[in-house]
Structures are given as structure tokens and as C-alpha cells.
């Protein structure tokens, strides 16, 4: 089994394993909007933007799947995050509502984190839709189960970073976007529970709503949610992993593509067809219309986070989702190293 993110050597790149959610032919291709709108083809295609974003910032990343031809198992998209030692694991996906009245009004982010106990009743509906049916959720609910889950979750530390990097990750969505936050939460997903290093799953929006249905099909709207959530890893490397990302040199880009392509050759060689295992979200059965990069550790004290819920934010920020539009991205700038202190 891979050593932990904290085994990793300092300096080194981060690693980031990004989860497009479902994938393959129906049942297991997601939720359902609009004029076609499929799931599992708007988070491989922000996934794909994401993945850009990072690696100009000089992350190594790894998708645990390229294209749409199968459905990856959740155990095999955790396995994949574990052995490729990754530093963070971020699974993105869009929500739906069932009903016609909850398509037409519910529109906003979510983000989540592992816990054994839902937020709410909607919460624990998500997670056992995700997982594939509420008899697939496996994290215990005992005291002496968790300790040993958080225990093999990097040594429990990983737990409770993962709570910061949803929260980091919720919190520049909201504002980058101006989409109505739905708030933090946590439930057992079954994605999140088997993998060894801070996890979060990410609902980038409702497809079933019919305005926000359109812009996730966006490709502005898309560069905007990539932008926000490159951002939020950059802030959560920064300020909890306590690493600094730099733009990687031409050379460092021609390794990682090399890598990439070998990474991807050897998932393929291991994995083999898939089965599926992710069963459709409740809307669709309704209705539906580097080479190493260099890093430098960061001395400074670390900002705080935002609070969880807080949308102070977005009040100050035109809400892209009411506009039924969407701008022209603006690049976010990299963060520089600083200097390395004097002894």
C-alpha cells in the first residue's frame, strides 16, 4: 500500500487525483437535464479544465477517467488516488432534483466531506444514490469503527483536512461564480471513505434546473468553475498542506504529459472493462427535457478559512446563475513562492 501525503518528499509537486463523476452508458451516466445534458459529460469536461488550471500552476494531476466509454468502480477510482500517492482527491459531480416543482426552483453548490452521519435526509438520499443504493454505504457508524477508519485515513488527519478542503474549495466556488450556496456537508460516500488522503465531492450545480442546466453546459461557465476550484486547491496547498505551487518549466510539461500517458496506459492494463456501479440519480428516472514541478514550503502564518455556510462573498459578487450567463474568465494569478527564511 502507498505511503501517505505526509511520506512525500518536501519540494516535491502536488498530486492531485480528480474524480469525474459516473461515466459509460446509461444507468450509469448520471443525472439528466435538458436538451441532452448528461451528467457525466459536464464533470469529465470541467475535470479536463480543472486538470489544465492545476498543471499551469504546477501540480501533477491524474484523472480516473479520460473519456466516457465506462463506468470506473468507486473502489477502483479510490485505489487509483492511493496508488498514485496523490496529496488530494477531488470528486465532481452536478445534482438534480426529482420532482418537477424541485427542478424548476433548486439551483446552487454543495459541497461534502466523509462522515458516517448524513448532514440531513438529503444529504443521505445523495450519498446512497451515489454509492448505488443505500445498502452500499459501508463507513461504520460505531466510535471504535470510525477511530479505526480515521486511523487508516492518514492516520486520522486526513479526516479533518478534509472538512478544510470542501469548505476551501465551497468557498471559491460560491464567489468565483455568484451560484446560491447550499452549504457545507458531510455524508457517507462511499468514493471518499476508501481513500488516504483529504477528499471532498463536489456538487457543481443542478442540472436539472433549467438556467443552471444551461450554464454548466457553458464553456465559460465551465472555465469559471475550473478557475474557482484551482484556486480553492491552491489556497488549501498553501495554507493546511502548507505548500506553495509554482509554474513548471517546458521541460518539467513534456515529463508530465509522458507521465500522464503512461499512468493512463497502466489504469487501463490493470482495470480492464469496467462494471458498472453507480446507479442513476432519482431525476433521471422521472423526467428529463510534470515532471517534478517545483514547490517550496510556506513559513508564513496561515490565514484563516472561511467559516462553513459563509457566503458573505457572494452577496458582493453578480450572481452568474440568476444572469443565465456567463463572462469571460479572468486568469487567476499564481501564487509566488516566498523567499526561503534566514536561519
Not at 464533470?43 to 484523472?63: D, M, N, S
Not at 424548476?104 to 446512497?128: C, H, I, N, Q
Given at each position: 500500500?502507498?505511503?501517505?501525503?505526509?511520506?512525500?518528499?518536501e519540494?516535491?509537486?502536488?498530486?492531485?487525483v480528480?474524480?469525474?463523476?459516473?461515466?459509460?452508458p446509461?444507468?450509469?451516466?448520471?443525472?439528466?437535464?435538458?436538451?441532452?445534458?448528461?451528467?457525466?459529460?459536464?464533470?469529465?469536461?470541467?475535470?479536463?479544465?480543472?486538470?489544465?488550471?492545476?498543471?499551469?500552476?504546477?501540480?501533477?494531476?491524474?484523472?480516473?477517467?479520460?473519456?466516457?466509454?465506462?463506468?470506473?468502480?468507486?473502489?477502483?477510482?479510490?485505489?487509483?488516488?492511493?496508488?498514485?500517492?496523490?496529496?488530494?482527491?477531488?470528486?465532481?459531480?452536478?445534482?438534480?432534483?426529482?420532482?418537477?416543482?424541485?427542478?424548476?426552483?433548486?439551483?446552487?453548490?454543495?459541497?461534502?466531506?466523509?462522515?458516517?452521519?448524513?448532514?440531513?435526509?438529503?444529504?443521505?438520499?445523495?450519498?446512497?444514490?451515489?454509492?448505488?443504493?443505500?445498502?452500499?454505504?459501508?463507513v461504520?457508524?460505531?466510535?471504535?469503527?470510525?477511530?479505526?477508519?480515521?486511523?487508516?485515513?492518514?492516520?486520522?488527519q486526513a479526516?479533518n483536512?478534509?472538512?478544510?478542503?470542501?469548505?476551501?474549495?465551497?468557498?471559491?466556488?460560491v464567489?468565483?461564480?455568484?451560484?446560491?450556496?447550499r452549504?457545507?456537508?458531510?455524508?457517507?460516500?462511499?468514493?471518499?471513505?476508501a481513500?488516504r488522503?483529504?477528499?471532498?465531492?463536489?456538487?457543481?450545480?443542478?442540472?436539472?434546473?433549467?438556467g443552471?442546466?444551461?450554464?454548466?453546459a457553458?464553456?465559460a461557465?465551465?472555465?469559471?468553475?475550473?478557475?474557482?476550484?484551482?484556486?480553492g486547491?491552491?489556497?488549501?496547498?498553501?495554507?493546511?498542506?502548507?505548500?506553495?505551487?509554482?509554474?513548471?518549466?517546458?521541460?518539467?510539461?513534456?515529463?508530465?504529459?509522458?507521465?500522464?500517458?503512461?499512468?493512463?496506459?497502466?489504469?487501463?492494463?490493470?482495470?480492464?472493462?469496467?462494471?458498472?456501479?453507480?446507479e442513476?440519480?432519482?431525476?433521471?428516472?422521472?423526467?428529463?427535457?510534470?515532471?517534478?514541478?517545483?514547490?517550496?514550503?510556506?513559513?508564513?502564518?496561515?490565514?484563516?478559512?472561511?467559516?462553513?455556510?459563509?457566503?458573505?462573498a457572494?452577496?458582493?459578487a453578480?450572481?452568474?446563475?440568476?444572469?443565465?450567463?456567463?463572462?469571460?474568465?479572468?486568469?487567476?494569478?499564481?501564487?509566488?513562492?516566498?523567499?526561503?527564511?534566514?536561519?
Amino acid at each position: 500500500m502507498p505511503a501517505g501525503p505526509a511520506a512525500r518528499a518536501e519540494g516535491s509537486p502536488l498530486v492531485v487525483v480528480l474524480d469525474p463523476g459516473h461515466g459509460g452508458p446509461f444507468p450509469h451516466d448520471g443525472a439528466h437535464g435538458a436538451k441532452g445534458l448528461v451528467e457525466k459529460s459536464i464533470a469529465l469536461q470541467i475535470a479536463k479544465r480543472l486538470r489544465e488550471q492545476l498543471e499551469a500552476a504546477g501540480a501533477t494531476v491524474l484523472l480516473t477517467r479520460e473519456d466516457d466509454a465506462a463506468d470506473v468502480s468507486l473502489a477502483d477510482r479510490a485505489r487509483f488516488a492511493n496508488e498514485a500517492n496523490a496529496d488530494l482527491f477531488v470528486s465532481i459531480h452536478c445534482n438534480s432534483m426529482a420532482t418537477r416543482h424541485d427542478r424548476a426552483v433548486t439551483r446552487g453548490v454543495e459541497s461534502y466531506f466523509l462522515s458516517p452521519d448524513p448532514t440531513d435526509a438529503e444529504a443521505k438520499l445523495l450519498a446512497e444514490l451515489e454509492n448505488g443504493g443505500p445498502t452500499a454505504v459501508p463507513v461504520p457508524k460505531t466510535g471504535n469503527a470510525v477511530s479505526g477508519l480515521l486511523a487508516d485515513l492518514a492516520l486520522g488527519q486526513a479526516r479533518n483536512d478534509s472538512a478544510a478542503l470542501a469548505e476551501t474549495l465551497h468557498h471559491s466556488l460560491v464567489k468565483r461564480t455568484g451560484a446560491p450556496s447550499r452549504g457545507l456537508r458531510q455524508a457517507p460516500f462511499l468514493v471518499l471513505s476508501a481513500t488516504r488522503m483529504p477528499s471532498a465531492l463536489i456538487e457543481v450545480g443542478f442540472i436539472s434546473h433549467p438556467g443552471e442546466g444551461r450554464l454548466l453546459a457553458k464553456e465559460a461557465y465551465q472555465d469559471k468553475i475550473a478557475e474557482a476550484l484551482a484556486q480553492g486547491v491552491r489556497d488549501f496547498a498553501a495554507h493546511v498542506l502548507m505548500r506553495r505551487l509554482l509554474p513548471p518549466t517546458e521541460d518539467a510539461r513534456a515529463a508530465l504529459l509522458a507521465q500522464r500517458s503512461e499512468a493512463a496506459k497502466e489504469r487501463s492494463e490493470r482495470m480492464g472493462p469496467q462494471g458498472g456501479s453507480l446507479e442513476h440519480k432519482a431525476s433521471a428516472q422521472t423526467e428529463a427535457g510534470s515532471g517534478p514541478a517545483v514547490t517550496a514550503p510556506n513559513p508564513a502564518a496561515a490565514p484563516s478559512s472561511p467559516a462553513p455556510g459563509d457566503t458573505a462573498a457572494t452577496a458582493q459578487a453578480p450572481s452568474e446563475a440568476e444572469k443565465l450567463g456567463a463572462t469571460a474568465a479572468t486568469p487567476i494569478a499564481t501564487p509566488v513562492a516566498p523567499p526561503a527564511s534566514t536561519p
